[in-house]
């Protein structure tokens, strides 16, 4: 697809680098914990997924991002990025955030450098971040890494959640460009309730447990969700805030060549891309193969479907997410003309 000429056109963000990295370790179905009473084929139908990555003993967040964001760099060409942005649900600590050490271990050491928790919603809310410091001239160039390790936060005796989540990291390289080119972010529609927080969460662990001794049990440090009443949330909000970002886009569904939403579960993305309507060979997933990696689950998509050779420069790509807080949103992306091969998201071997 050709894109105009844009020397006159608005600024924008602008994709010119991605790259995805999961864990080697495959957990199937068939090799999820037999107490749970669960098989293969329950499983997919349900979730839609065949396997999911776990990392292994000692390795943490900050490991996952360290090798999707040293892939991304190289797929944009290693030019100085002056931002590292982390977004993450599981941080390596509480206290400091992960940005700055990322930094630092990239050669980055210098870099403006935070973090974003969205939960699984974090990486289109950092990818807004890293926009509006792009625009308005506190960044020129921007590491976006989004990154989670939900093995951790899982109860070995819950099946309804250990079912669905893996391990794995995506990252992004944005420039200052300009509104039509390839790569350039055309819209963003951001949105949260805080009056259901309770349907997705994790109530220990924070200030909240310290100020209450014995209040708190070890059970609530492990991830809880009300599956039933989040499935319908996450339908009715990415819905909603797919097509307000296709309207401020100026973008009809038709138009849609690709998208992406959050790989939560099959079904969740079929019935979104059923209600706008966007055909299922339009639909980017990979559920099937990672499962769940919550923040990361976008990016790992889109590298995945990108290191395929699935995603030609100037296609219009939808992307929608939804997670804790509860929090959604969505961007309208022109794919980039990358002049690097995407990776495989797979460990190199």
């Not at 690097?340 to 071997?349: D, L, Y």
């Amino acid at each position: 697809m050709t894109s105009p000429d844009t020397r006159s056109a608005p600024p924008a963000a602008v994709l010119e680098g991605i790259a995805g990295y999961v864990p080697p370790r495959v957990v199937a179905n068939a090799g999820l914990p037999s107490a749970w009473g669960v098989d293969d084929a329950w499983v997919h139908r349900r979730t839609g997924i065949r396997e999911r990555r776990r990392a292994g003993p000692g390795v943490s967040t900050g490991e996952l991002a360290l090798e999707a964001g040293r892939r991304a760099l190289a797929v944009a060409g290693g030019a100085p990025v002056d931002t590292v942005l982390v977004a993450t649900s599981t941080p390596d600590r509480p206290m400091p955030a992960m940005a700055p050490q990322l930094a630092t271990r990239l050669g980055l050491g210098g870099a403006a450098a935070w973090d974003v928790n969205a939960a699984c919603s974090g990486f289109l809310y950092g990818l807004a971040t890293a926009a509006g410091a792009l625009l308005s001239g506190c960044a020129d160039r921007v590491l976006l890494v989004a990154a989670d390790l939900y093995s951790t936060l899982l109860d070995p005796e819950d099946h309804t959640a250990g079912i669905v989540f893996g391990d794995g990291a995506g990252a992004v390289v944005l420039r200052r460009g300009h509104s039509g080119e390839p790569g350039s972010i055309l819209a963003f529609d951001l949105g949260s309730d805080g009056s259901a927080d309770e349907l997705i969460e994790v109530r220990g662990g924070g200030a909240r447990e310290r100020s209450a001794p014995g209040a708190y049990g070890p059970g609530d440090r492990h991830f809880r969700m009300q599956g039933r009443e989040v499935f319908q949330h996450a339908v009715i909000r990415m819905t909603q805030s797919s097509q307000t970002v296709l309207k401020h886009a100026g973008w009809s569904p038709e138009d849609v060549d690709r998208f992406c939403a959050h790989q939560a579960n099959a079904r969740i993305v079929k019935a979104v891309g059923e209600r706008l309507p966007v055909p299922g060979p339009r639909r980017v997933t990979n559920i099937e193969r990672v499962g769940n990696t919550g923040a990361a689950s976008i990016p790992l998509a889109l590298a995945d479907a990108a290191s395929r050779g699935e995603l030609h420069a100037g296609e219009r790509v939808l992307l929608t997410a939804f997670g804790a807080g509860l929090t959604w949103g969505s961007a309208a992306v022109l794919w980039p003309r990358l002049d690097r091969a995407v990776p495989g998201i797979e460990p190199a071997p």
